[in-house]
C-alpha cells in the first residue's frame, strides 16, 4: 500500500491493514512466548458454546503485557511497525504504554480505546489547537479459519463532528444497547448494518486510531493477539499516558523496567517530556462493578 493511499484510508476510515507484517517464523516465536506465559495451548483453546460465552474455555489477557514481558520487547522497536506508523503519523513518533497481550480472548461489544469515549465530549474530539495524532497496532498470530476471529470497524466513527448531527447520536445511542446486549447475545455486534469486518491471517497488523469504534467477533479456536501503541507528543499523548497509567489503576500499569527506558532511549522512542496528573475532563471510567470484576480476572491472570 502506497504511503499517500494508506494515510488517506487512515484519515477517512480510521483504520488500516497491513497484510504479513510479521514473518512466518516471528508468528512461530511470539505464538510460542504467548502459550508459555499464559499456559494455555491451542489444543486448550476451545468453544463450550455456553450460554453468552464471550471467549474460549481457556482464555488470559494481560494488560501492558507487552511493557511488562522483555521478550515482547522487539515488537516495540520492529522496523516495520516503526514504518508503518511513521508513514501514518510523521515523524518523530514516540512509544505509548498502552499494551496488551491477548491468548483466547476477543472483546465483543463495539467500544473505543481511547480516553474521552463519549462521542464529541472531552478534549480527544477537540482538535483546534493540536491534532490527536495515536495509534493502537494489533498484531495477529492466527488464521480466520483456526479462529472464527474478525475485527470490526465503525468506519468515519474516530472523526470529531460538530455540532453532533441527531443521526450520529442515535447511531451511537444504538451501538451503545448492542454493546450492552451483546454481554448476554454475543453476536449481536456483528448485526451493525455499517460495520467493516477484517480477517486477520497470521502476521497481519492493524491499525487504528483509538477513538474508532471496534469490536471483536465471536471466536470458535485459537486466538493470538498483541498491542501497542504509538504516537506525537503533545496534550493528547499526555492525556492517553497519563490515563492508563493513573486514571485506570484497575488495569495494573507499572513503571517501566530501566532496561526497556534505555532500549526506548537508544531507538528515539522515549517521550521527551511526560507530566503526571490523575485527573482528565470528561475521561471514561468503568462502573464499580466492572472494575471490580476487572480487578478479579487480572489476579488470577
Do not use: C
Amino acid at each position: 500500500m502506497k504511503q499517500s493511499r494508506a494515510k488517506r484510508e487512515f484519515q477517512e476510515k480510521g483504520f488500516v491493514v497491513l497484510k504479513g507484517l510479521l514473518n512466518a517464523a516471528e508468528v512461530r516465536h511470539y505464538k510460542a512466548e504467548m502459550e508459555a506465559l499464559s499456559g494455555i495451548q491451542s489444543s486448550q483453546m476451545r468453544k463450550s458454546h455456553k450460554l453468552g460465552q464471550r471467549g474460549l474455555d481457556s482464555a488470559w489477557s494481560q494488560p501492558d503485557g507487552v511493557t511488562k514481558h522483555q521478550p515482547f520487547w522487539p515488537l516495540i522497536t520492529h522496523e516495520r511497525v516503526g514504518t508503518a506508523v511513521r508513514r501514518l503519523l510523521g515523524d518523530p513518533i514516540r512509544f505509548l504504554q498502552h499494551t496488551d497481550l491477548h491468548v483466547g480472548f476477543s472483546a465483543i461489544s463495539w467500544h473505543r480505546d481511547n480516553v474521552n469515549r463519549t462521542f464529541g465530549i472531552g478534549p480527544d474530539w477537540h482538535e483546534q489547537e493540536e491534532p490527536y495524532q495515536i495509534v493502537r497496532v494489533g498484531l495477529y498470530l492466527q488464521s480466520y479459519a483456526e479462529s472464527g476471529f474478525r475485527l470490526g470497524f465503525i468506519p468515519g466513527s474516530h472523526q470529531p463532528e460538530f455540532p453532533v448531527t441527531l443521526a450520529r447520536k442515535l447511531q451511537e445511542q444504538k451501538l451503545q444497547a448492542i454493546g450492552a446486549m451483546s454481554y448476554l447475545f454475543v453476536k449481536l455486534q456483528e448485526w451493525a448494518s455499517n460495520a467493516e469486518w477484517v480477517a486477520t491471517e497470521p502476521g497481519d497488523a492493524i491499525i487504528f486510531d483509538p477513538r474508532i469504534l471496534h469490536s471483536g467477533s465471536y471466536i470458535t479456536g485459537p486466538k493470538y493477539s498483541m498491542f501497542l501503541a504509538f504516537g506525537r507528543e503533545n496534550s493528547h499523548f499526555y492525556n492517553h499516558l497519563n490515563y492508563y497509567r493513573r486514571v485506570r489503576p484497575e488495569l495494573k500499569y507499572g513503571d517501566m523496567a530501566p532496561e526497556l527506558v534505555q532500549l526506548l532511549q537508544s531507538h528515539n522512542l522515549l517521550p521527551e517530556s511526560a507530566p503526571i496528573y490523575d485527573q482528565i475532563q470528561d475521561a471514561w471510567t468503568p462502573p464499580a462493578l466492572m472494575r471490580r470484576v476487572v480487578e478479579s480476572g487480572l489476579k488470577r491472570s
